[in-house]
């Protein structure tokens, strides 16, 4: 500890005062939740050549649907985004085109730097020997997690509109998408569902992830008090109570194999629902939050998760896989490659969890040079680094 305390201190006195701990503490929450969720509910099988497939515990233990409650906190990452992005917008010294342009770089950086290394990667791993199937299974979930990229560039980009929106709405703004992704949802799931086309869900992707984001661009223009607060989280909670108990909505906030309906690709009402109520929620334990994080020895890890944002969100499936490839060599290792069908593998994988957060660490020691601006770094360079992300990504949608 006194090794590390004046690294702590030097962090906290480099924060300038006007920073909003709040915000921070409520991201580094948010980023937490996406590598423990898909460690967590994320498993593999072993086939008899050796390859590793997925394989999901939700399909042998329903009654952990909650704990996928507690681990999609999307909603709250759009919350702070939505916030953060009307202050900085408020504050830019530059046209909107140049600030724009400047969030999105630094969203696509990365993403671009973690596409492109596994498309060596798969080269050298089928070099190796490693089985296709093996490959294919994790290019998928290295690219899984990127969509919310793409989705979070598209909502950024509507930042101007958020803020028009707020400033005359207030926290109302967002409803018009929620009645959105109802009306879909009821199209998809009602009476006549047989006669929508299979492609209309799709129509929910917008709306249903705006919506968290326009409540953060209303929140950051002070446009929500305690009393819309409330409002949020007893409404969002009340929601989600009635779309599973009387509408039969599914209980997982992450798709199950096998089951015909899923709630996150594309977003239903009760992602809608739930990001509601931990909304409501946030805003009105933000004051308290942010005292918490006065302290320095809480302060200090938040800030190094949010330095790191990219970095966690781009390579916790690799560490993840980091562990299972090998271990698919040596066999049956429980909670790595058996199947998550027994109360032993849950107990298992939770071991295996402080391997995948120290693997994820020492990836991101490295990767994270993908996150500063990439001076020095050529037009031809970039330019194959382009080429290489579009062939991993076209090998990991099963297009090659």
């Known amino acids: 500890m006194s090794t590390l305390a004046p690294l702590v201190a030097r962090i906290d006195a480099s924060t300038p005062p006007h920073r909003d701990r709040a915000i921070d503490g409520l991201r580094a929450l948010a980023l937490a939740a996406v590598p423990i969720g898909h460690w967590l509910l994320g498993g593999f ?121 707020a400033r005359r709405l207030g926290g109302w703004a967002a409803a018009p998408l929620l009645l959105c992704v109802a009306t879909v949802d009821l199209l998809r799931y009602g009476p006549y569902a047989d006669a929508v086309p299979s492609w209309l869900s799709v129509l929910n992707i917008l709306p249903g992830w705006l919506f968290a984001y326009q409540l953060g661009v209303s929140w950051g223009e002070k446009r929500i008090g305690r009393g819309g607060a409330v409002l949020l989280a007893a409404g969002g909670a009340v929601l989600f109570a009635v779309l599973v108990a009387v509408f039969h909505y599914p209980a997982s906030m992450v798709g199950v194999p096998g089951e015909a309906r899923t709630n996150s690709h594309p977003p239903s009402l009760l992602v809608l629902a739930l990001a509601s109520a931990q909304s409501g929620a946030a805003i009105l334990l933000a004051g308290r939050l942010a005292r918490l994080l006065a302290r320095p020895a809480l302060w200090a890890p938040v800030v190094v998760v949010n330095l790191s944002a990219m970095t966690v969100l781009c390579w916790h499936q690799t560490a993840m896989l980091a562990a299972a490839v090998p271990a698919s060599y040596a066999g049956a290792v429980p909670g790595l490659t058996t199947a998550p069908e027994t109360p032993g593998w849950v107990a298992a994988r939770m071991a295996w969890l402080p391997v995948f957060a120290v693997l994820l660490a020492v990836i991101g020691r490295y990767a994270r040079a993908f996150e500063s601006p990439w001076h020095g770094v050529s037009a031809a360079r970039r330019a194959t680094a382009g080429v290489l992300a579009l062939g991993f990504t076209a090998f990991a949608l099963g297009l090659t």
């Not at 507690?70 to 830019?92: C, D, K, N, P």
């Not at 530059?94 to 973690?114: I, M, S, Y």
């Open 45 to 165: 099988t072993l086939d008899a050549d050796g390859a590793i497939r997925n394989a999901s515990p939700l399909s042998a233990f329903g009654a952990l649907a909650p704990v996928s409650w507690v681990l999609q906190m999307l909603g709250i990452f759009f919350l702070v985004g939505g916030r953060a992005s009307a202050l900085s917008h408020r504050r830019r010294t530059a046209g909107t085109a140049a600030w724009l342009r400047g969030r999105v770089a630094r969203l696509g950086r990365p993403v671009l730097g973690v596409t492109a290394v596994w498309a060596v990667l798969i080269a050298v791993l089928a070099a190796a020997g490693v089985p296709e199937d093996t490959l294919r299974t994790a290019a998928t979930l290295v690219v899984q997690p990127l969509w919310f990229v793409g989705v979070y560039a598209a909502v950024t980009a509507l930042t101007p509109l958020c803020v028009r929106a």
